[in-house]
């Protein structure tokens, strides 16, 4: 059994007014992480089990890097956590790693934290000598991830802005057809998309259009990460698979995103009453 102090935090950075990055010491999680993958974290013993993606890991050091936007009350409750502190557990690695399936040059597109997750990937990839390329967006210039570190491991990082407060102005789809538009053999594309589900729908959705095979990390709701609660069922060409273990990468062609969509709002009035519980 793990001791608690094996998650301590030894590095906290803040990345955006709402977005946190930390390094923590998990040395077995750490031994057999690969890019793609996922873990589930405790912050405390009365806390929800909350599944984040291994945005980094260094095996030497033992340490597991993980990116964590705050979006309601337990993502809060890591966000106040300081260096020193532990979480209470950390379960991992969790998931399938990530696959290339076929491309030569690889273009990632993260939104928002999703940036994070895909670093991993494109640096194993920059690290095996495939051509990797990113196209990274968010609201505003303030709210961007990972910018510098997707530089030191991709010919080029493409980053848009809704506002035009930095990069390109548009969405990550808009700057996507412009560069998918440039390129003369598409056959050797392949598109790994990370982030909201509206903005994956949305890639998945062009990249169909140019025949781009594309992969996207599926963040339904996950309970116990095993595959037996079902909470994170999803439809994928047809077929029902739960994320936590037959994903969370799936080929973005075949996800039925819109049922996706509707089983990530199930319990939004639950999640609006623990915050407001939380903020009293
Ligand atoms: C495979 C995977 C990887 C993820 N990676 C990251 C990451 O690297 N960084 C990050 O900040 N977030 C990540 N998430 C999302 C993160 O798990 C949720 O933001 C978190 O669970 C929200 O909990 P909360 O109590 O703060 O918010 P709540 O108020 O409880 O929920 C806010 C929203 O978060 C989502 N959510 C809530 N509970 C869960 C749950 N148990 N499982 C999945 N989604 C949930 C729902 O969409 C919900 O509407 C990932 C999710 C999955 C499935
Ligand atoms: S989280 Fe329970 S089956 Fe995937």
């Given at each position: 059994?793990?001791?608690?102090?094996?998650?301590?935090?030894?590095?906290?950075?803040?990345?955006t007014?709402?977005?946190?990055?930390?390094?923590?010491?998990?040395?077995?999680?750490?031994?057999?992480?690969?890019?793609g993958?996922?873990?589930?974290?405790?912050?405390?013993?009365?806390?929800?089990?909350i599944?984040?993606?291994?945005?980094?890991?260094?095996?030497?050091?033992?340490?597991?890097?993980?990116?964590?936007?705050?979006?309601?009350?337990?993502?809060?409750?890591?966000?106040?956590?300081?260096e020193?502190?532990?979480?209470?557990?950390?379960?991992?690695?969790?998931?399938?790693?990530?696959?290339?399936?076929?491309?030569?040059?690889?273009?990632?597109?993260?939104?928002?934290?999703?940036?994070?997750?895909?670093?991993?990937?494109?640096?194993?990839?920059?690290?095996?000598?495939?051509a990797?390329?990113?196209?990274?967006?968010?609201?505003?210039?303030?709210?961007?991830?990972?910018?510098?570190?997707?530089?030191?491991?991709?010919?080029?990082v493409?980053?848009?802005?809704?506002?035009?407060?930095?990069?390109?102005?548009?969405?990550?789809?808009?700057?996507?057809?412009?560069?998918?538009?440039?390129?003369?053999?598409?056959?050797?594309?392949?598109?790994?998309?990370?982030?909201?589900?509206?903005?994956?729908?949305?890639?998945?959705?062009?990249?169909?259009?140019?025949?781009?095979?594309?992969?996207?990390?599926?963040?339904?709701?996950?309970?116990?990460?095993?595959?037996?609660?079902?909470?994170?069922?999803?439809?994928?060409?047809?077929?029902?698979?739960?994320?936590?273990?037959?994903?969370?990468?799936?080929?973005?062609?075949?996800?039925?995103?819109?049922?996706?969509?509707?089983?990530n709002?199930?319990?939004?009035?639950?999640?609006?009453?623990?915050?407001?519980?939380?903020?009293?």
């Amino acid at each position: 059994m793990a001791s608690k102090s094996e998650f301590r935090i030894l590095k906290k950075e803040r990345l955006t007014p709402v977005t946190n990055r930390f390094v923590i010491s998990a040395p077995w999680v750490a031994r057999a992480a690969a890019p793609g993958q996922f873990v589930i974290v405790r912050v405390h013993e009365e806390g929800e089990r909350i599944p984040v993606t291994i945005a980094d890991f260094d095996r030497q050091r033992g340490t597991v890097t993980v990116v964590i936007q705050e979006v309601g009350r337990t993502s809060k409750l890591f966000g106040s956590l300081m260096e020193n502190q532990s979480v209470l557990d950390l379960v991992g690695p969790l998931g399938e790693p990530f696959h290339l399936k076929k491309g030569k040059l690889v273009i990632g597109i993260g939104g928002g934290f999703g940036a994070a997750a895909l670093f991993p990937i494109v640096r194993i990839l920059n690290e095996s000598k495939t051509a990797t390329e990113a196209i990274i967006g968010a609201r505003t210039k303030e709210f961007l991830v990972l910018e510098k570190e997707l530089n030191q491991v991709c010919s080029q990082v493409h980053v848009c802005t809704d506002d035009g407060s930095h990069g390109f102005k548009g969405f990550v789809t808009d700057r996507l057809k412009l560069r998918l538009d440039e390129i003369k053999n598409l056959e050797e594309v392949e598109v790994v998309a990370v982030g909201p589900m509206p903005m994956m729908r949305a890639v998945a959705s062009l990249t169909g259009q140019y025949k781009v095979s594309t992969q996207v990390s599926l963040d339904p709701i996950m309970i116990d990460g095993t595959g037996m609660c079902g909470g994170c069922r999803v439809t994928v060409g047809g077929k029902i698979k739960f994320a936590c273990v037959d994903g969370p990468m799936f080929d973005a062609h075949e996800v039925d995103f819109t049922e996706c969509m509707r089983r990530n709002k199930m319990y939004v009035k639950e999640e609006a009453a623990s915050n407001a519980a939380q903020a009293r």
